[in-house]
């Protein structure tokens, strides 16, 4: 196996610093490096079953995303409301600051709908597009969802009184059976979501989850070959959506990984790794 070369550290960018697992193998690289985006409320860590493994034959570099886990939490008022075109501006000027003159883009969930943000603004540099049950229509949100969007009542609750249990009853739901939850991955999403700034920056993610109608009409513009990767058991977002996202986009293939959730990074990264690596190859 090709050794690995880890230079994870935080980046300075026009929002603060972003905090970036990049992984490059020893050896000469084959492909483009492969930049990976995550989902509300886990961080980069939601990869950890896969980055290293993609790392053999490219360079990896796991984000993440401004407000979340190591990274910094501006407040809202001073992060665009974490809108999701203010953080696809973000991935593109990091993709800028590291220099990458062509690079794959890998989304899972809401960093799903930021790269198809990035993606429809005609990213020149962006070669492959792969997308793991991405949020690209607007969302039903679940019961405790809509009550954390209550006028002056749900900032309030979500931003005080949400708890460990509250983060462990969403991983149950974005996972196929309660029991496939690490118990070290939820102490790493608790830890970075507590930290100073967390929730509020989170909070803003969740309300833009039920804005966007601007999206669908921006995606049969993107030009980009994509793979659209879903869950068979995805009790968040039904199939149907996939099927409809893949519909849209200009080139697309859609796969379904049968006997899965949500989380298919964490449930099931061995097939995800070959996916991505027969995609992009």
Known sequence: MTAIQDRSRLLTLSCGRVFVRDLTPEADATLPPLVLLHGLLVTSHSFRGVMFALAHNRRVIAVDLPGCGGSDRPDPTDAGDYAVPWLADRVAELVEHLELESFDLVGHSFGGTVA????????????????VDPVAFSMEL????KLALLPRLGPYVFKTLYGRADLRR???????????IDATALNVYWDRLSRDGGREAAYAMLCHLTLLSWLAPRLSTIQTPALVVWGDRDTLMPVSHGEELAGLLVEATLQIVEGCGHAVPEERPQELQSLIEAFCA
Do not use: Q
């Open 170 to 180: 969403h991983l149950a739901r974005v996972h196929s059976a309660p029991e496939h």
């Open 116 to 131: 198809l943000a990035l993606a429809a603004d005609e990213a020149p540099r962006l070669r492959r597009l792969v997308l």
């Open 142 to 145: 679940p019961l405790e969802g």
